[in-house]
């Protein structure tokens, strides 16, 4: 299993929940239009300009704006919409604070402290239930992954399969009594598998997405305190297979759309989708791409490379080196 395809529920796909009050100025407008006529039903308000008319657009952005502060703060008790400081009052009913990612020491200035963000602190929150258990489950060991390094963005967990295996009838009487043969159906990864055995396939949020020694070392000894880790379990770290791919592509425009313009916001769109997609077991699509490089002002996209889909596998991560996106002359009208 991967930690970011672990939760059962994806907080993304829930429905707006009904607390959360959809706001529409005119109806707030008309409803109290509606409830000064019941109490004055011979006043006529036959114009914007009436004073009874603007003191009630008034008070209907002053409610407005009550509501919406009520909406914020259902919000801010949600795990799924509360960002920020809400969400790490969030993390303390379930003793999980937010990590500092760059505090090498404690002369660091407070101003250049840098926290995990919300999305990451996120799926720690929602993984702090397992938590609570040793590492034998799924969601337990990914949660003390996740625990032992700030780096690990993702984590990949699988164990290798057995079966038993049934020696011929003129074998038999030579396999001592009580004596259970097994063969390896499924290795996991690792080169000797044994039973009880645990591979743990890290994805760290630096350089190609491999984790560096000295990270591996720190989960490694995280997972093998004895409170952790399970008596049976014998816990093997592994490094991910990296799918590196570049970005070229060019950009045809409308004729009068600003190319600085268009570029950048293209840039920035390509690198916070690249991001999303920085994990185990997704894919990069031609589809996705287009998509996200067809943006407003464009007529038409050039997708010089990749020139394919790329699959992922649940222990690989398609990883990004560079992007280079030009923009093609105007064509004339």
Known sequence: MSLTNFSAIDLNQLPVPEIIE???????????????????????????????????????????LVRQRINEGAEAVLLAKASTEELDFLGQRFGVTRAVINQASDDLPADEIEYESDER??????????GFSTAGPEGAYAFHCFKASNHIQDVFIEAPEFVMLLPPAELAEQVPSGTMLLTNTYNAGL???????????????????????????????????????????????????????????????????????????????????????????????????????????????????????????????????????????????
């Not at 509606?34 to 011979?42: E, K, V, W």
């Not at 093997?236 to 313009?261: C, M, Q, R, W």
């Not at 077991?281 to 790329?310: C, K, M």
């Not at 996106?325 to 004339?332: G, L, N, P």
Request: hydrophobic share 40%; charged share 25%.
């Open 121 to 130: 602190f996120r799926t720690r929150i929602q993984l702090a239930l397992e």
């Open 191 to 333: 080169e000797n598998p044994m039973p009880g055995d645990v591979a743990i396939t890290l994805l760290s949020d630096e350089g190609d997405g491999t984790p560096s020694d000295m990270v591996i070392a720190k989960v490694y000894e995280v997972l093998n305190q004895d409170n952790i880790r399970p008596l049976t379990d014998r816990v093997n770290l592994l490094k991910p297979t990296v799918k590196p791919f570049a970005i070229k592509a060019k950009l045809h425009l409308y004729p009068g759309i600003n190319s600085d313009e268009i570029h950048t916001s293209v840039m920035a769109n390509c690198k916070n989708w690249l991001k999303q997609h920085r994990k185990f077991n997704h894919d990069i699509s031609l589809s996705g791409l287009y998509a996200v490089l067809h943006g407003a002002g464009v007529q038409r996209v050039e997708l010089l490379s990749p020139t394919s889909d790329i699959f992922v596998a649940a222990n690989e991560v398609a990883h990004c080196e560079s992007i280079e996106v030009s923009i093609e002359a105007q064509r004339d009208v």
């Open 22 to 64: 959809p706001l529409s100025f005119e109806e707030i407008k008309t409803a109290i239009m509606a409830d000064f006529a019941t109490r004055y039903p011979d006043a006529q308000l036959n114009y914007e300009s009436d004073p009874v008319v603007k003191l009630i657009e008034t008070f209907t952005y002053r409610e407005l």
